[in-house]
């Protein structure tokens, strides 16, 4: 899997997405504190334990680098930055049966607004598995020679 670049000061200062959404009843937000157990334990349940470990890292920023979202008081989906490493983009999810209305690009877009808001002129997407997603809707382009990048240095628990 390769890396992705964004070009932030490309992307519209629009947060349109979010009424969009609303219409769909779908509520797009940074969480707050007492939600992280919720946040991590549902990435943990419908991603696994890294993904999870790394959502767990976007609270520990502040402020948070997280957004949800959330419908009729349920998670549908979420998506952090600076959560793998300073400037990478993920990881995200939306629930298989919400996907396919616009969540997914609204989050990104949330969270790609934010970095550039911070004053980052590109944002990387670690290890995109939906490329054309990434394409399509941010005109993300692939990193030559970046297949294992920063994912190389990484260990995985000892089994038991
Ligand atoms: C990738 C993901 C977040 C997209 O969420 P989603 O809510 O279905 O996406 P959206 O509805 O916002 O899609 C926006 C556009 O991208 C397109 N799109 C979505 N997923 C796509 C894919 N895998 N390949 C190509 N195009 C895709 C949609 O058709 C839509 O196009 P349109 O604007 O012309 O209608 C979702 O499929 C998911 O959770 N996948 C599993 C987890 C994952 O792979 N995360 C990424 C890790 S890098």
């Known amino acids: 899997m390769t890396d992705l670049l964004v070009k932030l000061y490309d ?3 629009e947060w349109t997405f979010m009424s969009e959404q609303r219409s769909l009843g779908i509520i797009v937000r940074k969480p707050i504190g007492p939600e992280k157990n919720i946040v991590v334990d549902w990435v ?4 696994g ?3 999870a470990s790394e959502a ?3 609270f520990a920023n502040r402020p948070i680098s997280c957004f949800v979202a959330i419908k009729k008081e ?3 989906g979420f998506a952090c ?3 793998t490493a300073l400037g990478f983009f993920g990881p995200t999810g939306v629930k298989e049966n919400c996907r396919g209305r616009g969540t997914g690009k609204a989050l990104l877009l949330a969270c790609l607004l934010d970095m550039k808001l911070k004053g980052y002129g590109y944002a990387v997407i670690g ?3 939906p490329v054309k997603f990434y394409k399509k809707t941010v005109g993300a382009i692939e990193i030559p020679g970046s ?3 920063l994912y190389a240095a990484g260990f995985r628990r000892e089994a038991k």
């Open 56 to 58: 767990d890292m976007a």
């Open 44 to 47: 943990k349940e419908q991603y």
């Open 147 to 149: 297949t294992p990048g």
């Open 127 to 129: 290890g995109a598995g």
């Open 49 to 51: 334990d890294d993904w």
């Open 11 to 13: 992307i519209q200062d």
């Open 74 to 76: 349920r998670l549908v």
């Open 81 to 83: 930055y600076d959560a």
